[in-house]
């Protein structure tokens, strides 16, 4: 069993629909990553969770640690957010090294 | 804003080769991660490093792999003896003592022929 899941695992929107992407996880943890990675392969760190909510522009992203469960949402989207997103946990007491879901891949259409 | 380097973007290399993969952390960064991606695949771990040892490996960081940081500034992976199954893109990463972002390179995608 994948100790962390990702859903769906691609999605297809329109310009300007709002997208959920969620994570779920089976482990202990100290922190959530969501990640982004563009076709070229470069990972970005778009948040770093351990509770609560964060916001960037028109990214959300969400957790819950006693459901062991995340959400990525953006709002208004936009052909350039076409890329992998990828959620990823810290486990905790583990120095720092991180478990990785499988990927979204998302493309936003005009 | 500071970064994580890595080089080259892209190795090719004949099977049985050695490679040596280099990657410059944060400057002020103590905690150093190798993960590698096969295509097609999810992110895996391979190792982690502090304070000039391995703090944790996986299973795929077998004796053929090693790692060493040589000179303060420089990460290096080496794999001793390629493998076809070790093609794969190499990424690297690293984080300071107080925060829990990883910052990554822009990885390194390695060809076995």
């Known amino acids: 069993k994948n100790e962390v899941e990702q859903s769906p695992q691609n999605l297809t929107a329109q310009e300007g629909e709002f997208i959920t992407i969620n994570c779920s996880y089976s482990?202990?943890?100290?922190?959530l990553h969501w990640l982004q990675q563009h076709p070229g392969g470069g990972i970005v760190s778009l948040f770093m969770?351990?509770?609560g909510k964060k916001k960037h522009g028109r990214l959300i992203a969400t957790i819950n640690i006693q459901e062991k469960h995340s959400s990525l949402h953006i709002t208004a989207s936009h052909p350039r957010d076409s890329a992998v997103y990828i959620c990823a946990v810290m486990i905790y007491n583990q120095g720092g090294k991180l478990i990785f879901g499988q990927g979204t891949e998302l493309s936003v259409k005009p | 804003e500071p970064e994580v380097t890595q080089t080259p973007s892209h190795q090719v290399t004949q099977m049985g080769q050695e490679v040596i993969l280099r990657c410059v952390p944060i400057s002020n960064h103590l905690y150093f991660y190798w993960y590698r991606q096969i295509l097609g695949q999810k992110v895996e771990f391979l190792v982690s490093?502090?304070?000039?040892?391995?703090?944790?490996k996986s299973e795929i960081f077998d004796d053929q792999f090693s790692v060493e940081r040589p000179d303060g500034s420089n990460f290096t992976l080496k794999i001793r003896s390629t493998k076809l199954e070790d093609s794969a893109m190499y990424f690297c990463?690293?984080?300071?003592?107080?925060?829990?972002?990883?910052?990554f390179g822009a990885g390194t995608r390695l060809s076995v022929l």
């Open positions: 969770l351990s509770s």
């Open positions: 490093f502090y304070n000039n040892e391995i703090s944790e």
């Open positions: 482990v202990g943890i100290s922190a």
């Open positions: 990463a690293s984080r300071d003592s107080d925060l829990n972002i990883q910052y």
